[in-house]
């Protein structure tokens, strides 16, 4: 299955000219020193409101040629644990495949939550929107998509496993980015924001995935993709990581001008 995208015109422009012409327009000179990182918290709204922190996170990076991306579910379809494991994302004028070996192998761990599902990923735009970013940087390079739901702290750290696992049984390690698409608080003031979201990027920056998923709910922090960050902690720290680096936080605010309802974004390296 090629999926058609869903939020094109939206949340980023069709066509690669005139994504292009976007990304120019932040003014962002990609790092020299490129950090090898093996994961990368990084926003999902409309490329006006957060592509500039989004980009700037890629643009410190790696791209490796396997990137794993992981996105809440926003639309409530499909499974809880939905990975898509054939075909590819179609944008139009180019198309990304599906490392269907890696999907596969998540899929069929020892005790994987996962399952092969498209139905979660049809109107899902939290992976969508990434990818255009990633290419506009690297075009070479294969995704597993994955959308997760609401889950238990313990069902996150299996759905972990699975995938650490499955990266090392493709020797992969060294060659995986692992994508933790996120937003930070919705719809508070800029100064609400911030305080909360500094309690979530404490957490992250301490390679602490469980401290995060409990401060999240002890402070109900409106982070949509927490649980896609505590999975990409987890493997991060399976992996061996021991760093991290935040590479930038800015709110919707300062495209908007209106600081009294803002979404808070960040990008976070992890490595």
């Known amino acids: 299955m090629l999926r ?19 990304i120019d327009s932040f003014n962002i000179i990609p790092s020299k020193e490129k950090i090898d990182a093996f994961g990368i918290i990084s926003p999902h709204a409309g490329y ?133 698409s996120s937003d930070m608080t919705h719809y508070e003031s800029a100064e609400s924001a911030k305080i909360k979201d500094d309690i979530a990027i404490k957490e992250i920056m301490d390679l602490n995935p469980g401290g995060l998923y409990n401060k999240v709910l002890e402070y109900k922090i409106s982070m949509c993709g927490f649980i896609p960050a505590v999975i990409m902690l987890n493997v991060a720290k399976m992996a061996g990581c021991t760093k991290t680096k935040l590479i930038g936080y800015t709110t919707s605010g300062e495209a908007t001008g209106d600081y009294s309802s803002v979404v808070g974004y960040s990008s976070m390296a992890i490595y």
Do not use: C, W
């Open 48 to 180: 006006i409101y957060s592509g500039k922190t989004a980009y700037a996170g890629y643009s410190n990076v790696k791209i490796k040629n396997n990137i794993i991306i992981i996105g809440p579910n926003h639309t409530g379809m499909g499974a809880d644990y939905s990975v898509m494991n054939s075909g590819g994302y179609g944008f139009k004028d180019f198309n990304v495949d599906i490392n269907e070996d890696l999907a596969n192998a998540i899929i069929k761990d020892k005790d994987s939550p996962f399952v092969a599902d498209e139905f979660a990923h049809l109107k899902e735009h939290s992976i969508e929107v990434q990818i255009p970013l990633i290419y506009n940087l690297k075009q070479d390079f294969k995704i597993v998509p994955i959308v997760v739901s609401y889950i238990k702290y313990a069902d996150a750290l299996n759905a972990s496993k699975s995938i650490f696992n499955a990266v090392r049984k493709l020797n992969l390690t060294d060659d995986v980015l692992l994508v933790a």
């Open 4 to 22: 058609e995208p869903s939020a094109i015109g939206y949340f980023y422009p069709e066509g690669l000219k005139n994504i292009k012409k976007l």
